[in-house]
Nanobody, 124 residues
Framework: QLVESGGGSVQAGGTLRLSCAAS????????MGWFRQAPGKEREWVAA??????WYAGSVRGRFTLSKDNAANTLYLLMNSLKPEDTAMYFC??????????????????????RGQGTQVTVS
């Protein structure tokens, strides 16, 4: 139900926009977001939103912008000023139920959430 796209390889300072097509998840207030995982590292929460608020990890705040097109059922992550440390597999996630985020958006990390297959971002 979640399909990511838009990853790729860019030079430091470049821009990528990730997309997450969320078929069957049409409610606008459901918590959705992104986390990432680099090889050998733990999952890292990146950003999340619901109809009331948007949250960002400190490492990406000011560089990444999370948005959602409810009509298209698509979540976007615009990533500017990319750094080598942003290199990771990026996963889109959404609550299984129509609920707002909790834990300042970190609830998208819960392992029982919907999750996509991921899209690779490499910054050199």
């Amino acid at each position: 139900q979640l399909v990511e796209s838009g990853g790729g390889s860019v030079q430091a300072g470049g821009t990528l926009r990730l997309s997450c097509a969320a078929s069957g998840l049409t409610d606008s207030d459901r918590c959705m977001g992104w986390f990432r995982q680099a090889p050998g590292k733990e999952r890292e929460w990146v950003a999340a939103l619901d109809e009331e608020d948007t949250w960002y990890a400190g490492s990406v705040r000011g560089r990444f912008t999370l948005s959602k097109d409810n009509a298209a059922n698509t979540l976007y992550l615009l990533m500017n000023s990319l750094k080598p440390e942003d290199t990771a597999m990026y996963f889109c996630a959404a609550h299984r139920s129509n609920t707002l985020c909790s834990g300042n958006g970190r609830s998208i990390l819960y392992r029982d959430n919907h999750r996509g297959q991921g899209t690779q971002v490499t910054v050199s």
